[in-house]
């Protein structure tokens, strides 16, 4: 009885009724979707009951992922389930939702119990680290070598200046008596220098011998923290005892195992999506569709949008899902299919050494992991002489337009280089999602590889590599504006980032699923290219009009 209360307390029914939605074929495939009918309603009731918990507001404007479950129990009554990633309001247990797979804030829990003494060592280290004794003795060293060094410099001064001062001697024939007098001299000053040098080296090593003394405990416990860390992160990764519609159970430690990383990354199964399967397989519930939503603000390197979808994430959550969705007739990947088999390229510009084609929306440019069609692989067995890579620069497998392409290795080699002086002038037409308040203007944002959801890029002012854009307005129309780019640098995914970040323009481009929302395509089309051709010296320019208007973008 209290396995079905429990269940039914976690279980909602939904607010309306939903009898004549028909429920989806396959369950939902969760790294590339659009959220079925079912789950949408779902998310507005999440987000109904999000908007009346008042003593959240703080917490949940700094933004948090929440995903929802459209689940059947054994009788066939239709419902769902929520989750929220990671912790909410400090806690990670709350009634409205499914709680986690291990719960880390148990009291008498081993990891709690673990990571106050790893906290205690932390404040030992602090404690250590500002003892005055310790500081007084670094700065004394500090000082202490500088003294060292300008006494000891200064002792050099001289006496290379009272060996100048007798090689003149030297030279005036002096007496025997002279000559042993300098002699002596300067075997004297030699061990003075020698017997200066020791009184500051034993000085030094003194002050040395205290801060060691409090350094060598400081590093045991760094040790000791590292050891102990390691050593919980490993336990704590074996309670995540993981599900599938199979009922087979895999621990996070034996799932990365088969990754490239080897161990599973921090905070791997504390999403929503894990927890969400793992309580419907735990409850004999039925998983009918899935999606996770982002509510509240934007963080300051990712670009999470408030009320979008988003899929799972790929760091995290990619192993973990796909042993949980063993046993479920999942969709398949909409990105593993060749959409584009009977589409002939459109060869824009062609001579005996290079070309220009019209990439559609949804062709990859070089061939990717899985076996798609792709701009190279067409060439290749177009022109089988060719030599070299071909493809100078790439698009977006969504992003439509004009790319260049070598037959050789030797034109390839120059174009690449006038790529990477910057010297071809690139430009890109787009619809965003929303008004851009500026006409014109430049974007200057950082980007670097999310090491834990690829290909997404984030903003990073210290590690990203420069990213520059220019941009200007062409058009405004209620809810969207067609712009054109300018992009100096050629960053993965520069323009999409420039566009979506609350830094750039704060308006995604649409169809940008990754940092906006789902549409029938990324309206991103690369428009014209001019370059310098590297046997004529002519001054080559392409252009392609982008095939899509505000009145058709949806």
């Given at each position: ?11 909602h ?7 004549n939605?028909p ?21 507005e009731?999440v987000?109904?009951?999000?908007l ?5 507001e ?14 059947q ?69 500090t000082?202490?070598i500088r ?28 007496s ?28 030094i ?14 590093e ?8 102990r ?8 990764f074996e309670?995540f ?13 034996d799932?990365?195992?088969e990754?490239?990383q ?22 004999h ?19 999470r949008r ?7 994430c ?8 796909k ?22 390229l ?5 001579d ?15 061939p ?9 692989q ?15 620069h ?35 037409i ?6 851009v ?46 712009i ?30 990754l ?39 949806r």
């Amino acid at each position: 009885m209290q396995d079905h209360a429990d269940k039914m307390d976690k279980f909602h029914s939904f607010g309306r009724s939903v009898s004549n939605i028909p429920l989806p074929e396959q369950f939902t495939y969760p790294f590339h979707y659009t959220p079925h009918p079912l789950s949408v309603i779902a998310a507005e009731e999440v987000q109904a009951y999000l908007l009346s918990r008042k003593d959240w507001e703080n917490d949940l404007e700094q933004g948090k992922m929440f995903g929802v479950l459209t689940v059947q129990t054994e009788t066939g009554e239709l419902g769902f389930l929520a989750a929220f990633s990671g912790i909410l309001a400090g806690k990670n247990l709350h009634s409205y939702f499914v709680p986690p797979i291990y719960d880390l804030q148990q009291p008498q829990g081993f990891f709690r119990l673990e990571e106050d003494r790893i906290s205690a060592i932390n404040a030992r280290i602090k404690q250590l680290q500002a003892d005055k004794e310790y500081t007084d003795n670094k700065n004394n060293l500090t000082e202490t070598i500088r003294q060292a060094e300008q006494s000891v410099n200064e002792a050099k001064e001289q006496l290379k200046a009272a060996q100048k001062d007798r090689e003149s001697k030297r030279q005036t024939n002096p007496s025997e008596v002279e000559l042993a007098n300098m002699i002596r001299e300067s075997q004297f000053q030699k061990a003075e220098l020698k017997r200066l040098k020791q009184q500051w080296n034993d000085r030094i090593e003194a002050l040395q011998s205290k801060v060691k003394a409090f350094e060598s405990v400081i590093e045991k416990l760094k040790t000791e923290r590292k050891n102990r860390s390691a050593t919980l992160q490993q336990q704590l990764f074996e309670q995540f005892r993981i599900l599938n519609a199979r009922e087979e159970i895999r621990d996070l430690c034996d799932i990365f195992s088969e990754t490239e990383q080897k161990v599973p990354p921090a905070g791997a199964g504390e999403c929503a999506a894990p927890k969400l399967l793992q309580y419907a397989y735990q409850h004999h519930l039925k998983p009918i569709a899935m999606a996770e939503f982002w509510w509240g603000n934007s963080p300051k390197t990712e670009i999470r949008r408030h009320g979008y979808y988003y899929p799972a994430c790929k760091g995290k959550c990619e192993p973990i899902l796909k042993h949980m969705l063993q046993g479920l007739d999942v969709e398949s990947n909409p990105l593993s299919k060749n959409i584009h088999s009977d589409t002939e390229l459109e060869i824009l510009l062609e001579d005996e050494y290079l070309l220009v084609i019209n990439k559609p929306a949804g062709m990859l440019s070089v061939p990717g992991k899985m076996d798609l069609d792709s701009v190279y692989q067409r060439l290749a067995a177009r022109y089988p002489d060719a030599t070299g890579p071909m493809i100078v620069h790439r698009l977006d497998m969504a992003t439509s337009g004009l790319l260049l392409v070598a037959k050789t290795k030797t034109i390839h080699q120059n174009l690449q280089a006038q790529f990477k002086n910057r010297t071809v002038k690139k430009r890109y037409i787009a619809l965003l999602d929303g008004s851009v308040l500026s006409d014109e203007g430049t974007i200057d944002l950082p980007l670097c590889p999310d090491p834990t959801d690829r290909p997404r890029q984030v903003v990073n002012k210290e590690y990203g590599k420069p990213a520059l854009t220019n941009y200007q307005v062409l058009e405004r129309k209620p809810d969207h504006t067609r712009i054109v780019f300018y992009p100096l640098t050629g960053r993965t995914h520069q323009l999409r980032v420039h566009a979506a970040h609350p830094e750039g323009l704060n308006t995604p481009i649409i169809g940008d699923e990754l940092y906006g929302k789902k549409a029938d395509r990324l309206y991103l089309h690369a428009e014209s290219l001019e370059f310098k051709h590297p046997v004529t010296g002519e001054i080559v320019h392409v252009e392609k009009k982008a095939e899509f208007h505000i009145g058709n973008q949806r």
